[in-house]
């Protein structure tokens, strides 16, 4: 089962604008990851922000996480061709035995 | 180069067929992870280990079996190959503590 839910599934935006994807997950957690994956690669973890956290920043990257929602956001600012890739959530919960469990993804294609 | 290292890259089976896929990291990580990735999905746990001496099922343990050899090293074997099983496997390691994982760059199985 999923425990994260990324919105929207695909996102196609010009070089130079921003991207926003959602992550919504169901039960409460010790803290929300978020990883890149290009195509035919590993996973790349990007920014983790913790349950007491509501805003972390990273580069082009701002993670906001609202736990009274169960949700999160991240956004890519100035997004550049190599930005295209999968993007998926990652939360860290007691309901899954503090293990990372993942959500499907969000893919990104930034056209030039 | 510090990492995750997985082998084989690619591999095809037949129905029936067994294979280990290795997993090796050198950051001196504690915890280790083994997902699969379907087709338009996120990542599912198969296996992991928290620690040394230590293994346990993750969500879709059926049909896998692991072995820790040893704190760098963390073996995923499939005794007895079905098609269900064709998907890209990686593998996952992280100190203790609530960290990003660091993941190797994937093996891809065909199971015919």
């Known amino acids: 089962s999923q425990q994260g839910e990324e919105d929207p599934q695909a996102l196609s935006i010009q070089e130079g604008e921003n991207a926003t994807m959602n992550c919504s997950y169901k039960?409460?957690?010790?803290?929300l990851q978020w990883y890149r994956q290009n195509s035919g690669r590993g996973l790349v973890h990007l920014i983790l922000?913790?349950?007491?956290?509501r805003e972390k920043h990273s580069g082009r990257l701002r993670v906001t996480l609202d736990t009274s929602k169960k949700s999160s956001s991240l956004l890519i600012t100035a997004s550049r061709a190599a930005d295209t890739a999968s993007y998926f959530c990652?939360?860290?919960?007691?309901?899954?035995?503090?293990?990372?469990?993942f959500g499907g993804g969000t893919r990104v294609l930034v056209k030039p | 180069n510090a990492g995750v290292t997985q082998t084989p890259k690619f591999q095809v089976l037949k129905t029936g067929q067994s294979m280990t896929l290795q997993c090796a990291q050198d950051?001196?990580?504690?915890?280790m992870y083994w997902y699969r990735q379907d087709p338009g999905m996120g990542l599912r746990l198969i296996y992991y280990?928290?620690?040394?001496?230590?293994?346990d099922k993750g969500e879709v343990p059926n049909g896998y079996n692991v072995s820790r050899l040893n704190k760098r090293e963390f073996s995923l074997r499939l005794e007895s190959a079905a098609p269900s099983q064709t998907s890209v496997y990686f593998c996952?390691?992280?100190?203790?503590?609530?960290?990003?994982?660091?993941f190797g760059s994937g093996t891809r199985l065909t199971v015919v």
């Open positions: 990652a939360t860290d919960s007691k309901a899954a035995g503090n293990k990372l469990t």
């Open positions: 039960t409460s957690i010790n803290n």
């Open positions: 922000i913790r349950s007491n956290e």
């Open positions: 950051m001196n990580h504690n915890s």
């Open positions: 280990s928290a620690s040394e001496g230590t293994t």
């Open positions: 996952a390691s992280i100190p203790s503590g609530y960290y990003g994982y660091t």
